[in-house]
């Protein structure tokens, strides 16, 4: 059973800083590319950041030098640190694989960030 838990969203002023992270289980996870994706309230659910499994990264242009994504294989986590946060961060934050194989996809449950003073 694959399992992608997220962890560390919570509340936050503009201009701090959260570490997001998810711990994945089920899958080869060091074969696997890996992505942060966001969801506000009556938008769409967007990428923010993609990691392949050879530690290469992209971002979103709104989050360009400010979020980092970054991964463990050893732990078989994958981080997304965020700086420099803004209102508009504010999002639920998934994590999200398509495995190895690339056969489906794979989603955590969400961890919440709310960025306001």
């Known amino acids: 059973q694959v399992q992608l838990v997220e962890s560390g969203g919570g509340l936050v002023q503009p201009g701090g800083s959260l570490r997001l992270s998810c711990a994945v289980s089920?899958?080869?996870?060091?074969?696997?590319?890996m992505d942060w994706y966001r969801q506000a309230p009556g938008k769409q659910r967007e990428l923010v950041a993609h990691?392949?499994?050879?530690?290469?990264?992209n971002y979103a242009d709104f989050v360009k030098g400010r979020f980092t994504i970054s991964r463990d294989n050893a732990r078989n986590t994958v981080y997304l640190q965020m700086n420099s946060l803004k209102p508009e961060d504010t999002a639920v934050y998934y994590c999200?694989?398509?495995?190895?194989?690339?056969?489906?996809?794979?989603w955590g449950q969400g961890t919440q960030v709310t960025v306001s003073s």
């Open positions: 999200h694989t398509q495995g190895a194989l690339r056969l489906r996809d794979y």
């Open positions: 089920g899958i080869t996870f060091s074969n696997a590319d």
């Open positions: 990691i392949t499994s050879g530690g290469r990264t």
